[in-house]
Structure formats: C-alpha cells, structure tokens
C-alpha cells in the first residue's frame, strides 16, 4: 500500500487559529488523513468555522467531554449553583446561538470511539477510554494498570487518544502503541516547559504495508493575537480568561472562585439561566 500519513488532531477547544495553523503544517508534511479525537468546542470562539474545516479535512472525527458539554448544556442539564456549570452554560449559549439545532445534531452524532483497520493494524481511537470520554484515567502519570483499561474487552493493535493536553508514547501490557498527540488549541502551561512552549501541538503516524515506520511529534506556531483579536470581534464571553490561557497556558475551569467573581460581574448567572431555561421550556 502507498504510506498514509495520518494526523492526529485532538483538543482543538474553539481555537480555529491554531487548528488552521496546524491542517497547513499537516498538508505540508505530506499528511494525507486528519483524525479529530475530541474536545473541538469551547472554550474559543470557533462555531461553525470549525464544521467547514472539518468537512474539508477531517476523516474521523471523535466526541470529547467538552462537546459533551455542550450538548448537556444545550439539553438544559447544569447547576447554576456552581460557577464551572455556569461557564460551560455560558458558552454553550454562545456555541448553540451560531450551530443551531442542526449544528448540535452534528455533534451529537460524532462517536465516542471508533475502530480503524489499516494495512493489517486495528487502530482505536477515542478522546478518553473508548466508552468514557472525561476524567483522569490516562495522565501521562498514570500506572500501567490505567493504560491497559483502553484496551479492556477491545482487541486493537495501537490506541490514538486525547483529552489530557500532554503529548506522549506509550505501551499497553499486551505492546499496543498509545499515542497522545497533546492539544491543539489549548496547550498547558505544565506542559510548556522553561522555554514556555506553548505552540500548538498534534502527531503524524505513518502507516505502510508492513506496519508503522514513524511516529512525529510536531509543535506549531500560530498567531495567538490574531485568535485573540477574533475571540473579542466575536462577543465571547470570558474573553480575558480565554486569552490568558493562549496566552500563560493557565485554565480557570474549576477555579470556582474566578468563575463565581466573573459571573457576577458579567451577568454570565443570569444569562445561563435564562438560556437553560429556554431549553427545557
């Protein structure tokens, strides 16, 4: 078989500057497939930009806990009593104002996992686990019992997998690869290094017909002003928490007492509830 090239894209959060960023490095690099494995929406300003894109380009695409959010949001589920509800409603409102209902029915159809076989490989890709797409089982810190539950009751020679920010290659018990390609548009600062690295970041995997002769770690650079600039044109909420984390690689989304302060102060409360209650009226 010809060398396919596949990128591997995942925690793109809104950012289309960096996802454009990257899709242009990919296509100099010869990449010949892009794979989403989750976490395209929020908190940036990226709407239905992001669908065109991944019309154009992307040939597998994965549902994260973030688009998760937002789909629960959009169905009225939140607790307005804790303020990381609140923003993940607020921005869901703003997200729902541009898709619409068609937009959110995409969403909603994009798997939590899927197969992909490839020249003899059974390649499993997933945000999380294949059937758990939020928490903290696969950290780059975890023991090894926590990257063999990927492939429990799964046989796959290789997992592609996200949602932990962190770039990194590992082996199941059992030798399966496991590659996690780090974020796109939200790379964290303990991952930034002393050089603060905070470039957009995905892999290439190479397959041909005997197997996988390389692995590439890439770091991209993006116009955050530019993403910055467009978040603010744009009217989305929690500008300035948004651009910090370009910016510093700082995330607020369980800082309760930053949210619950901004909400108060911008009226997220009120307008999350009164969106919340326009989905369940």
Known sequence: MKPERIGLLSDIHGNSTAFKAVLDDGAAQGVTQFWLLGDIYMPGPGTADLFELIDTYATVCIRGNWDDCLLDAVAGDAELRNPTDVYIARLSQYVYDAIGDEGVARVA???????????????????????????????????????????????????????????????????????????????PVYDAGPANDLR??????????????????????????????????????????????????????????????????????????????????
Request: overall charge negative.
């Open 109 to 187: 159809s994009w798997p939590l996992s899927q197969m992909v076989h490839l020249s003899d490989l059974d390649i499993l890709v997933c945000h999380n686990l294949p059937g758990k797409n939020w928490g903290s089982d696969i950290l780059r810190t975890a023991d090894q019992a926590s990257f063999d539950t990927i492939f429990d009751g799964i046989k796959a020679d290789m997992a592609v997998i996200g949602h932990t920010h962190s770039p990194y290659l590992r082996y199941g018990s059992d030798g399966q690869i496991i590659i996690n390609p780090g974020s796109v548009g939200q790379s």
């Open 200 to 281: 957009a970041r995905y892999a290439i995997l190479t397959v041909d017909d005997v197997g996988i002769p390389d692995i590439a770690f890439r770091r991209v650079p993006y116009d955050r002003d530019t993403e910055i600039q467009e978040a603010r044109n744009a009217g989305l909420p929690y500008l300035d928490l948004y651009a910090e984390s370009l910016e510093c690689g700082n995330a607020h989304t369980h800082d309760h007492e930053t949210l619950g302060n901004l909400n108060e102060e911008f009226g997220y409360q009120e307008e999350a509830a009164a969106f919340l209650a326009s989905r369940v009226n």
